[in-house]
């Protein structure tokens, strides 16, 4: 696929977004212009740092964190990844086969890696992908960049061998029935490359590509007229989702939390620990599944530590901040909180007579 191609795949769809949602488009990754079904989860794009080797998996598990309730800066999304390594140093990254089961454990997410070294086939790998993404879960992947395009390097072997890049996916596109799980090189894989292409002012973010055409050696991967993005064809293939927070005893009711910036200003410098100054930040956050008449408390912890995976009335002294919440109609409560961008804020909310 040529590069012209490839813009004419990039989709501004992420406004408004809905979780989940079915939605009917003309499909602009087939000439036929047939219609076709997309599912997307409600992962608004963000924007990564890209000093200290990119911030890209640190992003991508904020993304994560945010669709079930929490918000954590870069900084500290690395520093928690790397047990406090400093962020100038390469292994303090956070990456997909290495530390991203133990970053999630540090940020109270239950996560599932894939299995890479049992995984044989990159068609398994997009049915798991897909199949979860289907469940309303987050899905974190390891993609290729092409080199060529964006570095302008020739070495058709540039790039690592494994991936590149890491990117949050949270849309799946047919023309089957989505309940259809199986494989399919016709459907459509949506996911957001957290800003890294294009201006920095004005990135697109969003991405999509038919996984037939998605899929790519390394050398194909480099190849000028190949995709800005691919996927390894080899079967060695990187991802995790999220399926919730730790809840030992399912007491916690679905938080979503929206912000009204995807960035942090300024960046961290390149080569220093130094964590920037903040900058205000405004938080919606959003308990849903409630019932009217019931009375249910809302905690907010500024410190992972702290947080509960049970007992969370029991343990309220642990929280930062309580609220004692109550709807008469519907069965959605939202709010907004200031913080600074260099807080931790971290919710759940349950009935008030849950022990």
């Known amino acids: 696929m040529n590069k012209k191609l490839m813009h004419a795949l990039i989709l501004s769809i992420f406004l408004p977004f809905f979780h989940p949602t079915i939605i009917s488009a003309k499909s602009q990754a087939n000439s036929s212009n047939q219609e076709t079904a997309a599912w997307r989860n409600d992962i608004p794009p963000r924007l990564q740092w890209n000093a200290n080797f990119g911030y ?15 918000y954590l800066s870069q900084y500290t999304a690395r520093a928690v990844a790397s047990q406090n390594t400093p ?8 990456l997909l086969g290495v530390n991203d089961q133990y970053a999630a454990e540090q940020m ?12 044989k086939r990159t068609n398994q790998f997009l049915k798991w992908v897909k199949k979860n993404v289907l469940k309303g879960f987050p899905v974190v992947i390891g993609i290729y960049t092409n080199e060529y395009l964006f570095y302008g390097i020739k070495n058709p072997n540039a790039g690592d061998p494994d991936y590149d890049h890491i990117v949050s996916v ?23 490359d957290n800003g890294l292409w294009g201006s920095p002012v004005d990135p697109p973010y969003i991405f999509s590509y038919p996984v037939g055409q998605f899929q790519a050696s390394r050398r194909e991967a480099n190849s000028k007229n190949g995709n800005i993005y691919s996927l390894a064809n080899d079967g060695k293939n990187y991802g995790i989702k999220f399926t919730g927070v730790m809840d030992l ?24 620990n130094i964590e920037p100054p903040p900058m205000p930040l405004m938080l919606t956050i ?13 905690y907010r912890y500024n410190q992972l530590d702290l947080v509960p ?11 930062y901040e309580h609220w004692s919440i109550q709807i008469d109609t519907g069965t959605a409560f939202v709010m907004t909180q200031n913080i600074l961008s260099d807080e931790i804020a971290d919710y759940r909310a349950v009935r008030a007579s849950t022990h």
């Open 286 to 298: 959003t308990v849903s599944h409630l019932e009217p008449g019931v009375p249910y408390n809302l």
């Open 170 to 192: 949270f849309g799946i596109g047919s023309n089957q029935p989505l309940k259809s799980s199986g494989y399919n090189k016709n459907d459509i894989i949506y996911f957001s």
């Open 108 to 119: 109270h997410l239950n996560a599932v890696v894939w299995n890479t070294k049992k995984g």
């Open 249 to 272: 005893n399912g007491d916690t009711l679905p938080v979503r939390v929206t912000t009204n910036r995807n960035d942090e200003e300024p960046e961290i410098k390149n080569g220093t």
């Open 309 to 319: 995976n049970s007992n969370f009335n029991g343990l309220a002294d642990q929280a």
């Open 56 to 70: 890209c998996g640190e992003v991508s598990f904020i993304s994560a964190g945010l669709y079930y309730g929490q």
């Open 87 to 94: 962020q100038y140093l390469r292994k303090s990254q956070l």
